[in-house]
């Protein structure tokens, strides 16, 4: 399972966009990367996976480069309510494991 | 339905009691998995379940018991816990234990045991 590592924490305006990146060196071929977002006493929900390039869906956009040393979750005009810790993820194929790292958590401010 | 339900959202238990947690989701998901979580910190695997049997273990203490009677439920038996079990218990399941699918959580039950 490739180590994922994260800033701490992050803070935002509303209506700004927010770039949290994700460092993962030792990703292995058949790794993907996703992400997570979880609200204080809620279980985490799944926001957008990816293998390479750059993927979006109406919630984010997710650009892996070439190399996929890292990634980059990019949330577009946030609000308050996207005030949550944002976890990245990297696995593989053959793992039947989730494992989650130390997370960032972005505080948006109006 | 879209959802992975956990009953109760919170419990109190000494640490002589026996008590179970629920989980019960009906998306036809074929692994199922628990999750332990202290504050602010990220969720721990316990348990994964696939095709309902048990596939992995994460060196979980026996006074955590997990069952899964069906495809659609899972429980976790609680016995003789420790005040430092404390914490959010959460559920989870994917289609398949596979990398390509996503896992939805419930949202947890709340335990304190005193």
């Known amino acids: 399972l490739a180590k994922t590592t994260q800033p701490i924490s992050m803070d935002s305006y509303e209506g700004q966009e927010v770039n949290i990146t994700c460092s993962h060196n030792?990703?292995?071929?058949?790794?993907?990367i996703t992400w997570y977002q979880q609200f204080p006493s809620q279980g985490p929900r799944f926001i957008i996976q990816?293998?390479?390039t750059k993927v979006t869906n109406e919630v984010a956009s997710l650009f892996i480069p070439a190399d996929r040393k890292s990634s980059t979750l990019s949330l577009p005009r946030v609000s308050l309510s996207d005030t949550a810790v944002y976890y990245c993820?990297?696995?593989?194929?053959?793992?039947?494991?989730?494992?989650f790292g130390s997370g960032t958590r972005l505080l948006v401010r109006p | 339905d879209t959802e992975v339900t956990q009953t109760p959202k919170h419990l109190v238990m000494g640490m002589t009691n026996k008590k179970s947690l629920k989980c019960e989701q009906h998306?036809?998901?074929?692994?199922m998995y628990w999750y332990k979580q202290k504050a602010k910190k990220p969720p721990e695997l316990m348990f994964v379940?696939?095709?309902?049997?048990?596939?992995i273990n994460e060196s979980v203490p026996s006074r955590f018991s997990p069952e899964c009677p069906n495809s659609s439920l899972l429980n976790l038996h609680l016995h003789a816990l420790q005040p430092e079990d404390s914490a959010l218990y959460l559920c989870?399941?994917?289609?398949?234990?596979?990398?390509?699918?996503?896992?939805?959580f419930g949202s947890g039950t709340r335990l304190t045991v005193v």
């Open positions: 030792n990703i292995a071929t058949n790794d993907y």
């Open positions: 998306m036809g998901h074929r692994a």
């Open positions: 989870a399941s994917s289609q398949d234990a596979g990398q390509n699918y996503g896992y939805t």
């Open positions: 990816g293998y390479k």
């Open positions: 993820l990297a696995r593989g194929d053959s793992s039947y494991k989730l494992i």
């Open positions: 379940y696939s095709y309902e049997k048990l596939s």
